[in-house]
């Protein structure tokens, strides 16, 4: 009988890649539910309905009747919860699906780590007028953010009660979008001010930390990344131990968790949690700054094999690693991406990203990681090197929307 590995979701860009290459080197014999046309054709491919968990489930289920079921996993944490539910269901290693549910409300999240002393003034609210009179209870800037959204869809920081209506005013009549159903109300949160930073776990343990690049507000892409942060040690220590102990709390203590944290003069204060390894592209700048691939032992995990990690903990950083990511400027139709193969010649490139199957097609604004299109990843034997490589790349890649 053989054994397959199923894995929910494909990003068509580099991230895909990365999921399949890295499941296959550790012989998994991965099978890909997707609702993405990139893989159809292919035999390790089953485009599904990935959003509908009987579907998925049923899928699993005869599948077993043929093989045997090593595992199931997803770096999408929209699948987050209906991966960890047939998880359990089959008895297969994975997170509790009732810590998964907890993770995928940061209003719940909010609420439990509150004593801690690692949230900022937040206060959940159902209507636009009680956003307006919580914003002003807080004071200016403020977060307005949906309570289960990804990605940093629809989150905006907002330095006025007309900017807070107008969101607020979206967000409570907005029920749906991209298939995901809101929940219900919105939070208002104090903006924290600091520079923000991921710290990458697993099994509830520190691997490193990242430093995030965002946009000008009032968005909030992210539109680069250094592995490792080069921080002093007191700031280190101060992010790892909020980060290990807010997944303490919560018992997120199987697996990855990608949590991110604002250092601010008052000290580490939380932006959000994500029950998921690191997005695009933190699994591999961490696995070229340090050899290690978070990725695999997440998939280690998910197939009943012991994972490196702690035992890996004291390999040392043999390089820097960065990101860059062009975004998209204005809407219309992506019609050229010019000089991606002149910027992957250069000094330092190790790969860049990008998703073929969108040109040609309609670009819209979404003020959210949606908007990122084509990511030059990097290394350098120091940060300042890293960056400069990614930088530099960057500006030879043009963008034409018409």
């Known amino acids: 009988m053989q054994k ?55 899928y699993c289920e005869e599948l077993f009747k043929k093989h045997e079921l090593l595992g199931i996993s997803t770096t999408s944490e929209y699948h987050s919860p209906i991966v960890a539910n047939i998880a359990k269901k089959f008895g297969l290693p994975g997170p509790n699906p009732d810590i998964i549910k907890l993770c995928r409300s940061k209003r719940d999240v909010r609420n439990l780590i509150d004593t801690l002393g690692y949230n900022p003034k937040f206060r959940w609210v159902s209507s636009v007028r009680e956003a307006v009179e919580a914003s002003l209870d ?19 920081g907002c330095n006025s009660v007309e900017e807070v209506h107008s969101i607020s005013s979206i967000l409570i ?84 968790a990608h949590i991110e944290v604002r250092l601010c003069p008052e000290g580490p204060i939380l932006m959000e949690v994500n029950p998921r390894i690191g997005g695009v592209p933190i699994p591999e700048l961490i696995e070229l700054a340090t050899g290690y691939n978070m990725l695999a032992d997440y998939f280690r995990l998910c197939s009943g094999i012991p994972c490196i990690w702690p035992s890996n903990k004291k390999n040392n950083i043999k390089k820097f690693s960065s990101v860059r990511s062009r975004i998209i400027e204005k809407s219309g139709i992506l019609k050229e991406v010019n000089g991606l193969d002149f910027a992957k010649s250069m000094p330092g490139v190790f790969d860049i990203h990008f998703n073929k199957n969108r040109l040609g097609k309609k670009c819209t604004i979404q003020g959210s990681n949606g908007d990122l299109l084509v990511d030059i990843i990097t290394v350098g034997n120091t940060l300042e090197e890293s960056i400069a490589y990614a930088e530099a790349a960057s500006e030879e890649i043009s963008i034409v929307i018409e």
């Open 173 to 256: 009549n907005l029920m749906e979008i991209d298939r995901i159903k809101l929940g219900k109300g919105i939070l208002i949160e104090k903006m924290a001010e600091g520079e923000e930073f991921s710290v990458e776990l697993i099994n509830g343990k520190a691997v490193g930390i990242t430093t995030k690049v965002l946009s000008p507000l009032p968005y909030f892409i992210e539109i680069g990344a250094d592995y490792p942060a080069c921080l002093p040690s007191n700031d280190t220590s101060a992010l790892i131990t909020s980060a290990e102990k807010i997944a303490e709390a919560i018992g997120l203590n199987w697996g990855p």
């Open 138 to 156: 807080i004071g200016f800037p403020v977060v307005v953010k949906p309570i289960n959204l990804t990605g940093s869809a629809l989150v905006r």
């Open 4 to 58: 397959k590995f199923v894995l929910v979701e494909f990003s068509p860009s580099g991230q895909g890649n990365y999921d399949i290459s890295t499941a296959k080197s550790l012989g998994l014999n991965p099978i890909i539910l997707t609702q993405s046309s990139a893989l159809r054709g292919l035999d390790y491919a089953v485009n599904l309905d990935t959003f509908d968990q009987r579907k998925v489930e049923f």
